[in-house]
């Protein structure tokens, strides 16, 4: 079966006891080769790929067995646990626990390449491509270069320490993906990546860190900190997603470095966020924003009501969002102040005016000299090149920091 007569090899949905078996599918897309979308009781088995994939959107009830791309394993275990699965050219988990994956280098961009279903304590380790968890809770995607981690019903999980380039949304969390941290992550460029101009066009945006989407729902009380986000549309997006904190990250070169829509309980602290078109804007209320670092954005805060389409109708105000504590923590560094400190405790004496709204009643004088942020050098067993993307990260920082005459270990 060739692409070129359109569509997929094998195309299965709302299908129930099918087996497709001893075929041969080969394909230019690696996107496309075997669909199976809402089947049950599926055999796939024998079959022999080249230069595409499989793409299964839900693992129970359904079997994969001796299949093979580019002539390198496709692996499927259900209900496992305590095993390594490695060097493999995709990886389906189902219902697992305490299982590694490490060591999986596909030769193409599948939509799925490691696929976590309703699987538990496991972790995900030195691989690339796609990573997906779906229902699954409390594990750990760690230390990995991927094209993308995307986590759906998903909670208690980590992920931490990854590295990802050119890629439309980088890291993204929704339907009821809770109390999650995402963590130390280096994630440049998904402006300028392949996939942004699909973005652009469905009225997407390319995006570092996405909580929430409007058709697939929300999360909340995940814990988003201590990530490199440079070169994106939206650094951190938070869309219907409540009740998070998002706090010790460095932003920068993005048209946005936090949008939240449709958002509310939301806690941002200890952010810098520098060199964007608009450091944060808001469509929602009661987040609060405090010892934040605003260096140098063209505009530093939007603040607008949601307006049914193109009418004057407000269909959700966006009032009550806070930007200081009060004393002693104060509110945030603006880099635009041009208040005065006239008793040297280092709040200005005037407030900073965000709108006729909204103000911060304790502007800082100085920068927040946020917590130290470790940048790894390399990631664990990959190619010796990659360590060019993270000192290219590192570099970025550095000068940011060198800029505001802070300590170069720290984010300014």
């Known amino acids: 079966m060739s692409e070129d007569m359109g569509g997929w090899g094998i195309y299965l949905e709302f299908a129930n006891h099918t087996v497709a078996s001893g075929n041969t599918i080969a394909a230019s897309n690696p996107q496309k080769g075997i669909s199976c979308g809402a089947v049950y009781n599926t055999t796939l088995t024998e079959n022999r790929l080249i230069g595409c994939g499989i793409r299964f959107y839900q693992l129970a009830t359904n079997i994969l067995q001796n299949n093979t791309i580019d002539d390198k394993p496709v692996v499927h275990v259900d209900g496992v646990s305590n095993q390594v699965i490695e060097d493999a050219e995709q990886v389906f988990l189902f219902n697992c626990s305490n299982i590694t994956v490490k060591n999986i280098y596909p030769s193409a961009n599948y939509t799925n390449t490691i696929h976590l279903e309703e699987t538990k304590f496991s972790e995900v380790t030195s691989c690339r491509g796609n990573i997906v968890l779906t229902n699954s809770d409390n594990n750990t995607i760690h230390d990995n270069f991927p094209k993308s981690i995307k986590l759906t019903g998903s909670n208690y999980n980590r992920i931490a320490a990854n590295a990802i380039v050119d890629s439309g949304v980088c890291i993204m969390l929704y339907g009821s993906s809770n109390y999650n941290d995402v963590y130390e992550n280096v994630l440049l460029n998904s402006s300028t990546s392949p996939d942004a101009d699909a973005l652009f066009a469905s009225g997407r945006n390319t995006v570092g860190i996405k909580l929430g989407d409007p058709l697939l729902g929300g999360c909340q009380h995940n814990n988003i900190y201590r990530n490199i986000l440079i070169n994106h549309i939206v650094g951190i997006e938070c869309v219907i997603s409540s009740n998070n904190s998002i706090h010790e990250n460095y932003m920068a070169d993005s048209n946005v470095g936090i949008s939240l829509s ?85 709040v200005g004496d005037t407030p900073y005016i965000i709108n006729e709204d909204t103000q911060d009643n304790h502007p800082l004088m100085e920068p927040v000299e946020a917590p130290v942020l470790e940048i790894p050098e390399t990631i664990p067993e990959f190619p010796s090149w990659t360590h060019i993307l993270l000192l290219s990260a590192a570099s970025a920082f550095t000068i940011a920091v060198f800029k505001r005459k802070l300590n170069t270990k720290q984010i300014p």
């Open 262 to 346: 449709g958002s509310y309980h939301n806690r941002v602290y200890q952010n810098n966020i520098t060199n964007c078109l608009t450091a944060v804007g808001i469509r929602g209320s009661h987040n609060s924003f405090y010892n934040n670092n605003f260096l140098d954005n063209s505009n530093q805060v939007s603040i607008r009501h949601t307006y049914l389409f193109s009418t004057d109708i407000i269909t959700e105000y966006s009032v009550n969002n806070t930007f200081s504590l009060g004393l002693p923590l104060g509110g945030n560094y603006w880099s635009d102040y041009n208040g005065t400190d006239s008793n040297g405790d280092g």
